[in-house]
């Protein structure tokens, strides 16, 4: 480094580094400094060279970490940083692009520093680096300010208070990335970290009055999502002869590592700019993720997720509690705008997890919109994209739409909007779909990918309670989203019977069943015929009888049986027998909310009747099954009349006639034959302990998206390489 370009490979024999790094010590007032920091090398553009820059840099900290107690030179180096961001919002307002470059270059080999430093030594060790003064070998000032703190404080103050230009662009994000390495030192722990340098610095002490500012403007980053300036429009030309102040690594940042940078983990995704187009924004919001879900403290709650639960709308005028710390105001409409843009990533759709679930004027805000359908239709669509998106995404989204779904404002008004070809729902062609509609299809889609492929019952519960939750809201349903509702229970019903068949006779092997079973489509909407019908009938008849005496453990005996009944040379007990549960779970919840649907809006909804009619031989088989037989008094009533009315109206019927059949029966249908349930409602609750799931989670973000952060997954221990 120094006045001259500089290669990565050369780092570790560069004179600078070697003397920052060596056994002389370097006062803070040195000229070197001024040297060590005019330096500029091609900047990492790939993986590989980040790894490259990583490798450079353990040989330059090594070979610090072995003399700095004798020479105090990376105390020395933060000192003259914390001297340059002094006159930092000074230089930015004179354009004085060589002070603010060189201050960046200081930060930039800090952040290198910092980043080995926390990874090869304990929190006891680092803390004492950054004591070591110019004395006697290994000596330190106890009584001297603690310049980690220090430092600490000093990147939230350039974090809020230097004003975004041009020219600080790429020191502002230097900064967020510095406090993001700083902590990094959960990654090389299996287990989550509850007391820390983190907790130290930032739950207390002279941090802790900018927790509220910092959360500001890092949500205003993220809101703001401002791209990097164009290459060299902000710092100085670069010399034809190569000599002296070269195009800067400020510039060479711009230019290489915002054209092509890493998302690490897995395979080394490399992300082109343009799928990613604000740094800033995307390590502010890394950075705030990280900062909501520290543990709190022994003796204090994490001051930033307190600012997260409790800031309100700038339009908001009601004084905050005294009780509230951390309290601050934001544009609601401009941060509901950007979550609706920003679906896409996971750490956006975290974020609107984090804010729906923990901040209620957030979530009362965006429950009042009349334009949910911004919000809501990105959500689906990373649902109905399930298979290419990884399962904590998918579970966010999920939660989201649950957590949505316990307003019943939010349940009628969906049904309100009207949607027009929606081009990325390839299973049919919907050219106009409610959005309550849309999101049942989606939901459903869902669940039977899940049940098919990952078999996550977490997944399916959370799916059937979001169509619980809207179940007695449902209005004017698509044909298509009635008919996927009964099919796929259909589908089920009959899966049902031929696992019990399977169960209960082993050895009958019944070609017929088994073929009914196989022949289904995965839409489930080529059934039975008739034939097949009346012999699914009869099994399910002399089936249901036997379950009837003692249903759970007659089950549960001849699952035993089963399994007692098998050799070492035998095949192994199937899959769909060890699902039965999750089966019949299933088909209680969708019958559940068929009949909270016919109970509460049976006059909105002809289409859904037209379903169950269709399918009725089917449901009538499950009158008498014990485990169903409650829930299916209302379905078999509605089956019935209408089927009686359609009996009269004569063969042949159109489907125009047949609804129009419905809809005046409808009013003929004695309410109060309907037997009346409890209300499905189920609310979305965080399990014990939900730092053990989002605390490993954020920092597979931090590790997969930060940007120009580059760490050797051999040093991981928080999570496993191969995690989503």
Not at 57 to 74: A, F, K, Y
Not at 91 to 110: D, G, K, R
Not at 404 to 417: P, Q, Y
Not at 546 to 549: A, E, N, T
């Given at each position: 480094?120094?006045s001259n370009?500089?290669?990565?490979?050369?780092?570790p024999?560069?004179e600078?580094?070697?003397?920052?790094?060596?056994?002389?010590?370097?006062?803070?007032?040195d000229p070197f400094?001024?040297?060590?920091?005019?330096?500029s090398?091609?900047?990492p553009?790939?993986?590989?060279?980040?790894?490259?820059?990583?490798?450079a840099?353990?040989?330059?900290?090594?070979?610090?970490?072995?003399?700095?107690?004798?020479?105090?030179?990376?105390?020395?180096?933060?000192k003259?940083f914390?001297?340059?961001t002094?006159?930092l919002k000074l230089?930015?307002?004179?354009?004085?692009?060589?002070?603010?470059?060189?201050?960046?270059?200081?930060?930039?080999?800090?952040?290198c520093l910092?980043?080995?430093?926390?990874c090869?030594?304990?929190?006891?060790?680092?803390?004492?680096?950054?004591?070591?003064?110019?004395?006697s070998?290994?000596?330190?000032?106890?009584?001297?300010?603690?310049?980690l703190?220090?430092?600490?404080c000093?990147?939230?103050?350039?974090?809020t208070?230097i004003?975004l230009?041009?020219?600080?662009y790429?020191?502002s994000?230097?900064a967020?990335?510095?406090?993001?390495?700083?902590?990094?030192?959960?990654?090389?722990?299996?287990?989550?970290?509850?007391?820390?340098?983190?907790?130290?610095?930032?739950?207390?002490?002279?941090?802790?009055?900018y927790?509220s500012?910092?959360v500001?403007?890092?949500l205003?980053?993220?809101i703001?999502?401002?791209?990097?300036?164009?290459p060299?429009?902000?710092?100085?030309p670069?010399?034809?002869?190569?000599?002296?102040l070269l195009y800067?690594?400020?510039?060479?940042?711009a230019?290489g590592?915002?054209?092509?940078?890493?998302l690490?983990?897995?395979?080394?995704?490399?992300?082109?700019a343009?799928?990613?187009?604000?740094p800033?924004?995307?390590?502010?919001?890394?950075?705030?993720?990280?900062l909501?879900?520290l543990t709190?403290?022994?003796d204090?709650p994490?001051?930033?997720r307190?600012?997260?639960?409790?800031f309100?709308?700038?339009?908001?005028?009601?004084?905050?509690?005294?009780?509230?710390?951390h309290a601050f105001?934001?544009?609601f409409?401009?941060?509901?705008m950007?979550?609706c843009e920003?679906?896409?990533?996971d750490?956006a759709?975290?974020l609107?997890y984090?804010l729906?679930?923990?901040?209620?004027n957030i979530?009362t805000y965006?429950l009042?919109?009349t334009?949910m359908?911004?919000?809501?239709?990105?959500?689906?669509?990373?649902l109905?994209h399930v298979?290419?998106?990884?399962?904590?995404?998918?579970?966010?989204?999920?939660?989201i739409?649950?957590i949505?779904?316990?307003?019943?404002?939010?349940?009628?008004?969906?049904?309100?909007?009207m949607?027009k070809?929606i081009?990325?729902?390839?299973?049919r062609?919907l050219?106009?779909?409610?959005?309550?509609s849309l999101?049942?299809?989606?939901?459903?889609r869902t669940?039977?990918?899940?049940m098919?492929?990952?078999?996550?019952?977490?997944?399916h519960?959370?799916?059937?309670?979001?169509?619980?939750?809207?179940?007695?809201q449902f209005?004017?349903?698509h044909?298509?989203?009635?008919q996927?509702?009964?099919?796929?229970t259909?589908r089920?019903l009959r899966?049902?019977?031929?696992?019990?068949?399977k169960?209960y006779?082993?050895h009958?092997?019944?070609?017929?069943?088994?073929?009914?079973?196989?022949?289904?489509?995965?839409?489930?909407?080529?059934?039975?015929?008739?034939?097949?019908?009346?012999?699914?009938?009869?099994y399910a008849s002399?089936?249901?009888s036997?379950?009837?005496?003692k249903?759970?453990k007659?089950?549960?005996?001849?699952?035993?049986?089963?399994?007692?009944s098998?050799s070492?040379?035998?095949?192994?007990?199937p899959?769909?027998a060890?699902?039965?549960?999750?089966?019949?779970?299933?088909?209680?919840?969708?019958l559940?909310?068929i009949?909270?649907c016919?109970?509460n809006?049976l006059?909105?909804?002809p289409?859904?009747?037209y379903?169950?009619?269709y399918?009725?031989?089917?449901?009538?088989q499950?009158?008498?099954?014990?485990?169903?037989?409650d829930?299916m008094?209302?379905?078999?009533?509605?089956?019935?009349?209408?089927?009686s009315?359609l009996?009269?109206a004569?063969?042949?019927?159109s489907?125009?006639?047949?609804?129009?059949?419905i809809k005046?029966?409808?009013?003929a249908?004695?309410?109060d034959r309907?037997?009346?349930f409890?209300?499905l409602?189920?609310?979305?609750?965080?399990?014990?302990?939900?730092e053990?799931?989002?605390?490993?989670?954020?920092w597979?973000?931090?590790?997969n998206?930060?940007?120009?952060?580059?760490?050797?997954?051999?040093?991981?221990?928080?999570?496993?390489?191969?995690?989503d």
């Open positions: 480094m120094g370009s500089s290669r990565i490979g050369d780092l024999k560069n600078y580094l070697k003397k920052l790094s060596g056994t002389e010590s370097v006062s803070e007032n400094w001024n040297q060590l920091l005019s330096f090398f091609p900047a553009t790939s993986s590989t060279e980040l790894k490259l820059l990583e490798e840099t353990i040989s330059v900290c090594r070979s610090l970490v072995e003399n700095n107690p004798r020479t105090g030179n990376l105390g020395a180096l933060i003259v914390l001297s340059r002094k006159e230089s930015a307002e004179c354009q004085n692009h060589i002070f603010i470059w060189q201050t960046h270059n200081a930060l930039f080999i800090i952040c910092l980043k080995v430093f926390i090869e030594m304990s929190e006891e060790e680092l803390q004492l680096h950054f004591t070591y003064e110019e004395k070998p290994g000596s330190y000032s106890s009584d001297s300010e603690d310049l703190e220090e430092l600490l000093c990147l939230m103050q350039l974090i208070d004003p230009l041009d020219i600080t790429e020191i994000v230097e967020v990335s510095t406090m993001v390495v700083f902590l990094s030192c959960q990654l090389f722990h299996k287990e989550v970290l509850r007391q820390s340098i983190s907790h130290k610095y930032l739950m207390r002490g002279r941090c802790l009055p927790t500012k910092l500001k403007t890092l205003y980053n993220f703001r999502q401002e791209k990097p300036p164009p060299g429009t902000h710092v100085l670069q010399q034809s002869d190569g000599g002296g800067g690594l400020a510039s060479g940042v230019t590592l915002w054209t092509v940078f890493t690490g983990g897995v395979g080394s995704k490399v992300v082109a343009s799928e990613l187009s604000s800033l924004a995307n390590q502010s919001l890394l950075l705030l993720l990280v909501a879900n709190d403290a022994a204090a994490n001051p930033y307190q600012a997260i639960m409790s309100k709308n700038t339009q908001d005028s009601s004084p905050f509690p005294s009780s509230i710390p105001q934001i544009n409409n401009s941060l509901y950007a979550l920003q679906q896409t990533s750490q759709t975290l609107l984090t729906l679930h923990q901040n209620s979530r965006m009042a919109r334009d359908e911004n919000l809501v239709l990105p959500i689906l669509e990373i109905y298979e290419e998106r990884n399962s904590h995404h998918v579970y966010m989204a999920l939660i739409l649950l949505l779904t316990e307003d019943d404002g939010f349940n009628r008004s969906i049904h309100e909007v949607l070809n081009t990325w729902y390839s299973e062609v050219t106009e779909i409610s959005l309550g999101l049942i299809l989606v939901v459903i669940i039977q990918y899940n098919t492929r990952t078999r996550d019952k977490y997944l519960t959370n799916c059937l309670a979001a169509l619980a939750n809207m179940s007695a209005r004017s349903l044909q298509y989203a009635a996927r509702i009964v099919s796929y259909c089920h899966r049902y019977v031929y696992v019990l068949d169960l006779f082993p009958s092997h019944c070609s017929t069943l088994q073929h009914c079973f196989s022949t289904l489509s995965d839409n489930g909407e080529e059934l039975l015929s008739l034939t097949c019908s009346h012999i699914l009938r009869s002399s089936l249901f036997l379950l009837s005496k249903h759970n007659v089950l549960e005996q001849a699952t035993q049986s089963l399994r007692g098998l070492s040379n035998d095949v192994p007990l899959d769909y060890q699902d039965l549960n999750v089966i019949e779970e299933v088909i209680r919840m969708m559940e909310i009949n909270s016919l109970t809006s006059h909105h909804n289409n859904l009747v379903a169950l009619l399918k009725r031989d089917l449901f009538e499950f009158r008498t099954h014990p485990s169903f037989q829930i008094q209302n379905i078999d009533l509605v089956i019935t009349f209408f089927s009315r009996l009269q004569g063969a042949e019927l489907v125009e006639r047949v609804l129009e059949i005046q029966g409808v009013v249908l004695p309410k309907l037997k009346k409890p209300e409602k189920f609310k979305y609750v965080e399990e014990e302990q939900p053990e799931f989002f605390i490993p989670y954020v597979s973000l931090v590790y998206s930060a940007v120009g952060v580059y760490w050797n997954p051999q040093d991981i221990q928080l999570f496993t390489m191969d995690s």
